[in-house]
């Protein structure tokens, strides 16, 4: 049974992953509205993890005795100035994901609450990813300044991905 305290943070973080997921799909839109398809598929993908982790947070608080709420938050950003704007946003929005998963983890420890650091240990690991993922992408882009064939050629390799559920060992 989670403490009150805990189910708080939780729940908090679940509206942080369900924010994500439509932080993510709004950039979508901006790919979508410059025609750069692979981009917008990267990010679609992007939108089908956070909501995965959202669930995951939903399910957790309940199976631990918790009470999960659905929370809602403010009007998305839209709007972005170039792709590596949007790059550069994505990479702060993770950092900004990471320490928040880190202070959850401590407050599990904090608490003794070892089920739910074993729970959140699986974000810890796979925010270094969220983290390292689009900083590639990001690195690219300004080393080819958004050039029109580097901008096409990523394009299509961003095509590529597809979205793998999530595979809690
Ligand atoms: Fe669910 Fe991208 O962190």
């Given at each position: 049974m989670i403490s009150e305290k805990m189910q708080e943070a939780l729940n908090d973080q679940m509206k942080w992953e369900f924010y994500s997921e439509f932080l993510y799909l709004a950039m979508a839109g901006y790919f979508k509205s410059r025609s750069l398809d692979g981009f917008a598929n990267w990010m679609m993908v992007q939108t089908q993890e956070e909501h995965a982790h959202a669930v995951m947070f939903f399910n957790y608080i309940a199976d631990a005795g918790g009470r999960p709420e659905v929370r809602a938050f403010d009007q998305?950003?839209?709007?972005?100035?170039s792709v590596t704007d949007v790059f550069r946003k994505t990479v702060e929005h993770e950092k900004l994901v990471t320490r928040r998963i880190n202070d959850l983890m401590a407050l599990a420890l904090e608490e003794k609450d070892y089920a739910t650091a074993k729970f959140l240990d699986w974000f810890v690991k796979e925010q270094v990813e969220e983290v390292a993922s689009p900083q590639k992408i990001l690195d690219q882009l300004e080393l080819v300044k958004e050039e029109g064939n580097a901008l096409m050629m990523l394009d299509r390799e961003l095509a590529q991905r597809v979205f793998n559920p999530p595979v809690v060992a």
């Amino acid at each position: 049974m989670i403490s009150e305290k805990m189910q708080e943070a939780l729940n908090d973080q679940m509206k942080w992953e369900f924010y994500s997921e439509f932080l993510y799909l709004a950039m979508a839109g901006y790919f979508k509205s410059r025609s750069l398809d692979g981009f917008a598929n990267w990010m679609m993908v992007q939108t089908q993890e956070e909501h995965a982790h959202a669930v995951m947070f939903f399910n957790y608080i309940a199976d631990a005795g918790g009470r999960p709420e659905v929370r809602a938050f403010d009007q998305m950003e839209n709007e972005y100035e170039s792709v590596t704007d949007v790059f550069r946003k994505t990479v702060e929005h993770e950092k900004l994901v990471t320490r928040r998963i880190n202070d959850l983890m401590a407050l599990a420890l904090e608490e003794k609450d070892y089920a739910t650091a074993k729970f959140l240990d699986w974000f810890v690991k796979e925010q270094v990813e969220e983290v390292a993922s689009p900083q590639k992408i990001l690195d690219q882009l300004e080393l080819v300044k958004e050039e029109g064939n580097a901008l096409m050629m990523l394009d299509r390799e961003l095509a590529q991905r597809v979205f793998n559920p999530p595979v809690v060992a």
